[in-house]
């Protein structure tokens, strides 16, 4: 699971321009002598860096891993010192990385640190790009022109439901561990598994603690930022007959089950409003309550400019915004 800062430490380099998944990556003759988890990469070989990323995503492959680090990097030992940067700047505190693929270590070195908790802070990081979740979610892919077949080494991905992803991994000191994503309805979990005994005990366990998170929490996504909420509200004596109350934040809340068996998404905003009203006025908020308890709230603005118009629209218009726009309820 070293592998998933190199997944996004890639990405980032794509995303910044600073390399592209089309460039020509040079097998080292380092890279091709790394043992594991492997596509068999021959000194001198040349692949689009993107192929090799869906090696190291798909097959785990270490020799991908090496010659990525020394395309993006120069040398491995440069990529491991981005690799550590990278986590100090995520707020990785339990995280040391000493190689860019996590094999045991030589007699003389020591072995990669992390935790369950920094590993999935560094997952929610990569699922954000969808090249990586792409690749981590097929089962199997071809390699070297469909010679090479490779085989997703996270089994979830085969037979537990909206399972995406992410990354295996197997040490000899700690055992089986997954970073397993799932995503169903709204809802996108990630389970991280260390130290199981086994790599079928490892992937029950995840599918374990996913079901259970599936089955205890729901999202309810109330509010997009920046997005209308609820019905449209009239404007009396404006030059249009009525405005959209937009989000100013967003307002997701992540709930347990068995705590708001039945949340409801509340509007709250005036009948009506008297022109003219301004872009970007407040005009209530959109809340999410359970009985008689509200779990949270976002404030709703106007969505756009309304000049008072009539006999009377000079004056309004000069007056500014009415006290008749203000939400029912305020003082």
């Known amino acids: 699971m070293v592998k998933l800062m190199g997944m996004l430490l890639v990405m980032e380099a794509v995303a910044g321009g600073q390399v592209s998944l089309e460039d020509p990556v040079t097998t080292s003759a380092r890279a091709s002598r790394t043992g594991g988890s492997q596509?068999?990469?021959?000194?001198?070989?040349?692949?689009p860096l993107g192929e090799l990323l869906k090696a190291l995503i798909i097959a785990s492959a270490n020799d991908a891993a090496v010659a990525i680090a020394e395309h993006i990097a120069g040398t491995a030992e440069a990529?491991?010192?981005?690799m550590n940067e990278r986590a100090r700047q995520l707020g990785l505190k339990d995280t040391i990385y000493r190689s860019v693929h996590g094999l045991p270590p030589a007699s003389d070195q020591e072995d990669d640190l992390s935790s369950a908790y920094d590993l999935a802070v560094l997952a929610r990081k990569a699922m954000e790009h969808a090249e990586i979740m792409k690749w981590a979610s097929q089962p199997e892919e071809s390699f070297r022109d469909g010679t090479f077949k490779m085989t997703n080494t996270n089994h979830l991905i085969r037979w537990y439901r909206g399972?995406?992803?992410?990354?295996?991994?197997?040490?000899?000191?700690?055992g089986f561990g997954v970073?397993?994503?799932a995503t169903r309805g709204n809802l996108t979990l990630i389970a991280?598994?260390?130290?199981?005994g086994t790599k079928a005990g490892c992937f029950d366990e995840a599918a374990r603690i996913l079901t259970e998170g599936f089955s205890t929490y729901r999202l309810v996504e109330a509010a997009e930022k920046g997005r209308p909420v609820g019905a449209t509200i009239p404007v009396e004596g404006g030059d249009v007959p009525e405005v959209s109350a937009i989000a100013g934040e967003e307002l997701r809340l992540l709930l347990k089950r068995a705590e708001a068996p039945d949340?409801?998404?509340?509007?709250?905003v005036p009948r009506l409003l008297v022109a003219p009203v301004r872009k970007g006025q407040p005009v209530g908020e959109v809340a999410v309550v359970n009985g008689s308890q509200v779990l949270g709230t976002t404030g709703l603005v106007v969505d756009r400019d309304v000049m008072a118009v009539g006999w009377l629209?000079?004056?309004r218009n000069w007056q500014g915004p009415q006290e008749e726009s203000a939400p029912e309820g305020s003082p």
């Open 313 to 315: 629209g000079w004056w």
């Open 263 to 268: 949340p409801r998404v509340e509007a709250r």
């Open 179 to 181: 970073t397993a994503t």
């Open 192 to 196: 991280v598994v260390l130290g199981a």
């Open 79 to 82: 990529f491991v010192e981005l």
């Open 163 to 174: 399972a995406t992803g992410l990354k295996t991994g197997y040490h000899g000191r700690s």
């Open 39 to 47: 596509v068999y990469l021959r000194q001198g070989e040349v692949f």
